[in-house]
């Protein structure tokens, strides 16, 4: 079997891609994988495992710009490279998971009646995903409340998002213990802004660890700072004498992001559709601060699904202060019941095997196929 497999623009896409490979791996032997992406896409630093073509194709900008001229020649341009290229290797399935990068090897594949199917991550579907929707054989959506915004003509199939292995295999208890929660610390506060960073996130945090961290040193607060901040939060906690408190630990980046999430009590971040995906799957409450700076607000529209269910509290980043984050933490971490009934709402919207239904559906697909 052979599989292309495409993604790209952030890694909410990529690593979806990624997981939904790992899963095809697992129930076929003798499979070949290659992931298509753009010359100087994210993809090139995230996707170590398979080999890689490249199709030059860019997005459209949502602004008069010149810039739309040249995407239009490279949508043209990238379909036909895109057909060669499929006609050439005959993969047995395309699978995309949004973004500009996979248009061209998803749009080509349904063309040529090549078994096609798109993922969805976000709670709205994107433009990629809302353009091929009629064309491919299948779409799969994260959120069950996604299904109403394809046309009906759409197959539109609920599985969830299948996530990296490492968090099938995380144990929460030997985590716990290892880092004394329980035992020293009451509880745990896990919070990060993304692997770059986020400024704001930062210093309201910072603040947090200065007011509810040293009243509560039975709760340990571990907050990432991302690549770029690390320095300048590094040293700003030290004069705010911050250092001096065992109970608050700043890093650069969580290496263990599966054991510190699923040892949290409560998460502060971002809303992302993919680490949505994992706070619902280990059951972990969270306080959501929607990026502001994503395409048609995708952020605070899947954390208004969270927060619906009861699984998150929701704080708008123009909304944030230092009162309103304290209050908000400590509504969750002192209130044991409240903290029960997040993490129980958090688990009801997770689908544990997301890829089993992924991959019955594909193999379907292909296998009614070859019959035609």
């Not at 269910?309 to 909304?319: K, T």
């Amino acid at each position: 079997m052979k599989l292309f497999i495409s993604g790209g623009g952030t890694a909410g896409h990529i690593n979806p891609a990624l997981a939904i490979a790992s899963e095809i791996e697992k129930r076929q032997k003798d499979i070949e994988v290659y992931y298509v992406g753009t010359p100087k896409g994210m993809e090139n630093k995230l996707v170590k495992k398979y080999p890689m073509y490249h199709i030059q194709i860019q997005g459209i900008k949502r602004s008069l710009s010149l810039e739309n001229i040249k995407t239009a020649y490279y949508t043209a341009t990238s379909f036909i490279k895109a057909k060669k290229l499929l006609k050439r290797e005959k993969p047995d399935l395309v699978v995309g998971t949004g973004g500009y990068a996979c248009w061209p090897i998803v749009s080509a594949a349904a063309s040529l009646g090549i078994p096609s199917a798109l993922h969805e991550s976000n709670s709205i579907p994107g433009f990629v995903v809302k353009n091929l929707q009629k064309k491919v054989d299948v779409v799969f959506v994260n959120f069950e409340a996604t299904k109403k915004l394809f046309d009906k003509k759409a197959n539109v199939v609920h599985v969830g998002t299948p996530l990296r292995p490492d968090f099938e295999t995380v144990n929460r208890e030997k985590t716990r213990k290892d880092m004394e929660i329980g035992s020293k610390y009451r509880a745990m506060i896990l919070s990060f802004g993304g692997s770059l960073g986020a400024n704001r996130i930062n210093d309201e945090v910072l603040g947090l660890m200065n007011t509810y961290g040293r009243e509560n040193p039975d709760v340990l607060l571990i907050h990432s700072t991302g690549s770029r901040h690390f320095a300048e939060v590094s040293q700003k906690a030290k004069e705010m004498g911050l250092s001096e408190l065992p109970n608050v630990r700043i890093l650069e980046y969580i290496s263990d992001m599966p054991e510190k999430m699923s040892a949290a009590d409560l998460v502060i971040c971002r809303s992302g559709a993919l680490t949505l995906s994992e706070l619902a799957y280990l059951g972990v409450p969270s306080i959501l601060i929607p990026s502001p700076n994503v395409t048609d607000d995708q952020q605070y529209k899947n954390a208004k699904l969270f927060a619906e269910d009861g699984a998150a509290i929701v704080i708008r980043e123009g909304e944030l202060d230092g009162d309103t984050l304290y209050k908000s933490v400590s509504s969750v971490v002192d209130d044991e019941k409240m903290m029960e009934d997040m993490r129980r709402a958090a688990l009801k919207l997770a689908i544990p095997d997301s890829g089993d239904r992924i991959c019955k559906c594909l193999f379907k697909i292909i296998e009614d196929k070859k019959k035609k």
